[in-house]
């Protein structure tokens, strides 16, 4: 008697959950793994869990996803289980992909049932997760991500360059009017982070902006911008303008990349938004900061200052390295770069 084998319906996935570790500069690390996600479950819905006040970076992502946040008095197992039990636009959960790795953020699929949990062991999450894998020392995080669904899907990525175009973006009244002038001006503009960091950076920014003649400035902030904004008014700008721009709109930003010259940062979560969009940019880091990511899958990659303790100052592109003393002499290749 002959035996037919059955042939059993392909697994249909609908519906997919992330847990994003925390820090939102951490965000970017992870645009890859969002993308080829996006890519191998092409028609499912894609939930994305992040801490209080991390969202914001998703937002720029290429497709549709429903973001979450975690508010910071859910963070124990308890308020864990508690937070879970109450987000009720969060259900039927086919997939779960653990990004953060820990046995509280294995927990959040374990509280949502989702039927597969996938993530890298560590520690007592193994219990937790249905499909596990060893982490490799060292990894990035951006291929952490892109493991995950090699080996959820038994596919390799290759080749994988990911990128966006600045086709979107709402209209800042009070820099478009200044584009109205007989000749535009060219802007930069200065992407800054925190009130507490950018505040021990003074010295190097009253340089910086003396080092420019007749140039305009504007500075945005995703936080603290009013202390920040308090703070570039006592700033000497010598013969430069200066507009500030409040606020965290992400087509508002996105109109302002398109309408500068170039942008100068000092944050890893604008130095990932920018490589994104492709524009064209100067990061400015202490040499004392470690694990600043490599954007192996990024067609654009950054060019970054940094500066020492001994004041010097590095400057490192691709394979290019040089080594600098004064502030002009950085500004001199920030006009050759920007074409200012």
Known sequence: MEIKKSILP????????????????????????????????????????????????????????????????????????????????????????????????????????????????????????????PLEIGMSNERKGLKLIEFYSGKAILDLKISSGRNEGSLVEKIE???????????LLVMLDNFQNVSKEIARWTKFFDCFHDQKFIIWSMNDEDLISELFASVDLGHNELFIHRGANPKEIIYLFNKVSGVVLNNVWAEG?????GVNAISFFDNTI???????????????????????IQYKYLEEQK??????????????????
């Open 10 to 133: 392909e697994k249909v996935i609908r519906k997919i959950l992330v847990k994003c570790p925390p820090g939102i500069e951490e965000s970017f690390n992870f645009f890859p793994f969002f993308i080829s996600l996006s890519e191998e479950f092409s028609s499912a819905e894609i939930n994305i869990l992040c801490e209080q006040n991390e969202s914001l970076a998703f937002s720029f992502l290429p497709f549709k996803a429903k973001v979450f946040e975690r508010p910071k008095d859910k963070m124990t197992l308890t308020q864990t289980h508690h937070f879970c039990a109450n987000l009720n636009d969060i259900f039927n959960i086919d997939l779960f992909f653990d990004l953060e790795n820990s046995f509280n953020s294995s927990f959040i699929g374990f509280n949502f049932r989702a039927i597969e949990r996938i993530g890298f062991v560590s520690g007592w999450n193994r219990y937790l997760l249905t499909k596990k894998m």
């Open 177 to 187: 009017q200044l584009f109205k002038e007989p000749i535009p001006p060219r802007f």
């Open 290 to 312: 470690s694990r600043l990511p490599k954007y192996e899958f990024y067609k654009l990659k950054p060019q970054r200052f940094l500066f020492t303790q001994t004041g010097t």
């Open 323 to 340: 080594e600098y003393t004064e502030m002009n002499q950085v500004v001199d290749h920030i006009h050759f770069q920007f074409k200012l």
């Open 273 to 277: 938004l920018v490589n994104f969009f």
